[in-house]
């Protein structure tokens, strides 16, 4: 249980309890409404239902297909969106997030998914640590005893949607976390620690972080996933 109080934050933002869940509160005019994590309803509960299942293209990156399931580390897990749909398919996922207070929104949104009926399975396929992945990812995976086939990767990018909504949410997670400057070194160690594959979101027309070369590429409207396979997903 991470300590809401001893987290420390920008002055001009807090964490909060509202309506029986902890938010990250700020100027809303800047900001955007106060950030929770909500596995139960809202958008979440729209993906579980009507998502697509395996044929999401974050499902086709990770290499769920029919018979195979493999157990995935979100390493930049964020607000859990991409974890929750690739554990609402039947995988085991590990959690990264090095901003605590982003871990904080997470493990409140993980224990409300775990007192609901609709979401508690898929929230029993999720674990949560709080760290740095690309300076201790090994040591993380294995506090969790974690089994690592692919791990997924989402670095901060300049993101260029015109919605005001988005604009504010990512305005805020550059408040609290910058740049990651360091995508490099966190795709090195992913493709140390990962058994099987390394895939990484990235903007549609962006270039592959830099290092090696990904050997496949899976495009979509808005955004593509560079895959680094080590080894197929043996069925």
Not at 34 to 52: E, I, N, T, Y
Not at 157 to 178: D, N, Q, T, W, Y
């Amino acid at each position: 249980m991470m300590l809401v109080d001893a987290i420390a934050l920008p002055s001009q933002l807090a964490l909060a309890q509202r309506d029986g869940r902890l938010v990250l509160v700020g100027d809303e005019a800047r900001y955007g409404k106060p950030l929770s994590v909500d596995f139960v309803s809202g958008k979440a509960a729209h993906r579980r239902q009507f998502g697509g299942g395996r044929g999401q293209l974050v499902a086709k990156a990770c290499g769920l297909t029919k018979g195979v399931t493999p157990s995935i580390v979100d390493a930049t897990a964020g607000l859990g969106r991409d974890a929750f749909v690739l554990a609402g398919l039947g995988a085991q996922v590990l959690l990264i997030e090095r901003v605590a207070a982003i871990a904080a929104l997470l493990e409140d949104g993980l224990a409300r998914a775990l007192g609901h009926a609709d979401t508690a399975e898929i929230a029993a396929r999720m674990t949560l640590r709080h760290g740095d992945a690309a300076d201790a990812l090994a040591t993380l995976v294995a506090s969790a005893g974690f089994s690592p086939q692919v791990i997924h990767l989402d670095p901060m990018f300049p993101h260029r949607e015109k919605s005001a909504l988005v604009k504010k949410e990512m305005r805020l997670f550059r408040e609290l976390a910058g740049d990651d400057n360091d995508a490099p070194r966190l795709l090195e160690a992913a493709l140390d620690v990962a058994t099987h594959r390394v895939v990484v979101k990235r903007p549609r027309k962006a270039p592959p972080i830099a290092g090696p070369a990904p050997q496949h590429t899976l495009e979509g409207k808005t955004s593509r996933y560079d895959l680094y396979v080590h080894r197929s997903l043996a069925r």
